[in-house]
């Protein structure tokens, strides 16, 4: 069991431009979160799927954002036409829906800077 | 619907104790407490489901009342390694699994 990873871990980019992280689960967790934080502010849910399969996604999240999880089991982020408003870290979280009330474990994090 | 905590922030020096708060408006099927540290992904400390249950992890230990929709995070004998900020997050949903985090609250354990 190695943990969830993401990568990159940072990332720089300029108004406008595309950008696409990855999150690696815990092996054989079914279940993979997205979550967006902020400095100051605790983890705010954008998206989750269950094996492939995208069961929910935050209003919040505009049509810039858009998230797959192809095989079920890494999964990526892209975010078109960023925005300054879109800097903050990007938090992954796997879980097991075996397990009682699905802990989520965290990555470490994409901290994303549009200038 | 984001769950309040409080206090905000917290200042012990080792050895005290400290205790944090988690209130939801919504009633809550799970309470998911968590420490980050700066710069640092968030750490999963403990959960609690609806029944009241009280949970301990060495010195810290956690409560649910489902009646109050309150759920509180107890440190004991803190250390410096219990510095960060606290999140709780509830689960009002027994499906999604999805947490809806408090605004956090920071405690800095001094010598």
């Known amino acids: 069991d190695t943990g969830v990873s993401q990568n990159p871990r940072h990332k720089i980019t300029k108004r406008g431009q595309n950008v696409t992280f990855r999150c690696d689960p815990i092996?054989?967790?079914?279940?993979l979160y997205w979550y967006r934080q902020t400095l100051g502010q605790g983890p705010e849910f954008l998206t989750y799927?269950?094996?492939?399969?995208?069961?929910?996604k935050s209003r919040l999240l505009s049509d810039r954002f858009s998230a797959e999880r192809p095989k079920g089991s890494f999964s990526t982020l892209e975010i078109q036409r960023t925005e300054q408003g879109d800097s903050a870290m990007y938090l992954c979280?796997?879980?097991?829906?075996?397990?009682?009330?699905?802990?989520?474990?965290f990555g470490p994090g994409t901290r994303l800077t549009v200038l | 619907q984001q769950p309040v905590q409080s206090p905000q922030a917290v200042i012990l020096r080792e050895g005290e104790d400290a205790v944090i708060n988690c209130s939801s408006s919504?009633?809550?099927?799970?309470v998911h407490w968590y420490r980050q540290k700066h710069g640092e992904a968030p750490v999963f400390l403990m959960i609690?489901?609806?029944?009241?249950e009280q949970k301990g992890h060495e010195k810290i230990s956690a409560s649910f009342n489902e009646k109050k929709q309150q759920s509180s995070l107890y440190l004991t004998a803190s250390q410096l390694s219990y510095s960060g900020t606290y999140f709780c997050?509830?689960?009002?949903?027994?499906?999604?699994?999805?947490?809806?985090f408090g605004q956090g609250t920071t405690l800095q354990v001094k010598p």
């Open positions: 979280a796997s879980s097991s829906r075996l397990a009682p009330s699905d802990t989520q474990y």
């Open positions: 092996s054989e967790h079914n279940r």
């Open positions: 799927f269950q094996n492939e399969a995208q069961l929910e």
């Open positions: 919504k009633a809550l099927y799970s």
């Open positions: 609690l489901l609806k029944g009241g």
């Open positions: 997050g509830t689960d009002t949903s027994s499906n999604t699994g999805k947490l809806i």
